[in-house]
């Protein structure tokens, strides 16, 4: 178990479900036909399934793993491929799926290697942004909430691999 609790909700369960919606609706009318989403694990797995839901519509799927926090609460500046996709990208409209961009290296690295695999657009949505620990002004085509510098865990954010579960945004104590 974890030694630390969430003390505080700085995003509740109806406010993350309400943004979800609105960036659904964003979406896919930037996209009427397919988007190919790259759902990057494990972070993200909350905020995709709630998001693909909202689609409707075409949505084709793939997920990727990459580690850059080990363990804790600090960022050990370093991003590692874990989970390679299983389809190639080429042609494709893909949209990038974060839980939260902070100092934006693995973001960046992310939309490196996407890249150079040739899709037709690439797009990056975040459900959290905390621009003021940003290293590299990396592009993010949709952000849910932008937040202060403080650690937060839930709704697929963990601290030692807990608090994934939490239906909503909290704060550790
Ligand atoms: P970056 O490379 O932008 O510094 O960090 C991105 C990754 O760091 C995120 O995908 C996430 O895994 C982790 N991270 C950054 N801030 C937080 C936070 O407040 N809480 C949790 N649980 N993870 C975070």
Redesign the pocket.
């Known amino acids: 178990m974890a030694d630390r609790t969430p003390t505080s909700v700085l995003i509740s369960e109806p406010q993350l479900q309400d943004r979800v919606r609105e960036l659904a609706t964003q979406i896919r009318a930037d996209y009427p036909e397919n988007v190919h989403i790259i759902a990057?694990l494990k972070?993200?797995f909350m905020f995709m399934s709630d998001l693909v839901r909202h689609l409707g519509g075409s949505v084709s799927l793939d997920f990727m793993a990459?580690s850059?926090?080990a363990k804790g609460?600090t960022?050990s500046g370093e991003?590692r491929l874990v989970k390679d996709l299983d389809t190639a990208l080429d042609g494709k409209d893909v949209l990038i799926v974060?839980?939260?961009?902070?100092?934006?290296?693995?973001?960046?690295?992310l939309q490196e290697i996407l890249q150079a695999r040739g899709p037709r657009s690439l797009r990056t949505a975040c459900l959290?942004s905390?621009p003021s620990?940003?290293?590299i002004d990396?592009k993010v085509d949709y952000v849910g909430f932008t937040i202060e510098d403080?650690?937060?865990?839930g709704y697929g954010?963990?601290?030692a691999e807990q608090?994934r579960n939490l239906p909503y945004i909290g704060v550790l104590g």
């Open positions: 990057v972070g993200a990459v850059s926090y609460t960022s991003v974060e839980d939260i961009v902070d100092t934006g290296l693995t973001l960046t690295y959290l905390k620990r940003r290293k990396v403080k650690f937060v865990v954010l963990d601290y608090y």
